[in-house]
């Protein structure tokens, strides 16, 4: 139940494509989902984050799609550039917690 | 620029010996901080909660003897691994937030463990 399942494990798209990477969590308490980018040997950097009281969250190219019924969100990255090739990781929260649980994890590459 | 510092970024010790990592945060105090473990190409693994003044709370399955963690102030907690054997080889990473609810959680660069 404290699981965040995330999909796909890797993805390639093309330059000026769109990025899709979806997760699903179980556990109805919780209530804060950021997703996090992290480039290899250096640590996850907050992008974007969402709270279920929301449908939709669109920071530049990057926007959270929150689906509160089905217990999904997603990422879209709108015109992927070779810069956002790294991996992505979602994750979710309860409030004040602090405590993270992270999905698996999708390998993005965007090719010229 | 970074607001959670991890030090040292790279360490590579000898099998049985101790190695510590640092972790500061820069801009803000921390009450609660917190260690994940993440081998290469997986996820992050909550290891503990790293608490001001108490003992850490540590998850299923992470050897408190193993990985000691201090709190020693509100903007430093340290992690050490005792004893080290090559399976501890991994990079460790750190997190920490102003503690505001909803607010931004940040993460440390991370430090590469070498056990040899």
């Known amino acids: 139940q404290q699981q965040v399942k995330q999909s796909p494990q890797s993805l390639i798209v093309q330059k000026g494509g769109i990025s899709i990477i979806n997760c699903a969590y179980e556990?109805?308490?919780?209530?804060?989902f950021p997703w996090y980018q992290q480039f290899p040997g250096k640590g996850p950097a907050l992008l974007i984050a969402?709270?279920?009281?929301?449908s939709e969250k669109k920071e530049g190219r990057f926007t959270i799609s929150f689906n509160k019924s089905a217990k999904q969100f997603s990422l879209h990255i709108m015109d992927s550039q070779p810069g956002d090739s790294a991996t992505y990781f979602c994750?979710?929260?309860?409030?004040?917690?602090?405590?993270?649980?992270f999905g698996q994890g999708t390998r993005l590459t965007i090719n010229p | 620029g970074a607001v959670v510092s991890q030090h040292p970024s790279r360490v590579i010790c000898k099998s049985g010996t101790s190695v510590k990592i640092e972790c500061r945060s820069l801009?803000?105090?921390?009450?609660?901080m917190f260690w994940y473990r993440q081998f290469p190409k997986k996820s992050l693994m909550l290891m503990a909660t790293?608490?001001?003044?108490?003992?850490?709370?540590?998850e299923q399955g992470v050897e408190k003897d193993k990985f000691l963690i201090n709190h020693a102030s509100l903007t430093l907690s340290t992690l050490t691994v005792t004893s080290a054997h090559p399976e501890d080889s991994s990079f460790y990473i750190c997190?920490?937030?102003?503690?505001?609810?909803?607010?931004?959680?940040?993460f440390g660069e991370g430090s590469w463990l070498t056990v040899v």
């Open positions: 997190s920490a937030s102003p503690g505001q609810v909803f607010g931004t959680i940040y």
């Open positions: 556990n109805t308490a919780f209530d804060y």
């Open positions: 969402i709270r279920p009281d929301v």
């Open positions: 994750a979710a929260t309860f409030q004040g917690a602090q405590k993270l649980v």
């Open positions: 801009d803000f105090q921390a009450t609660t």
């Open positions: 790293s608490n001001e003044g108490s003992k850490a709370t540590y």
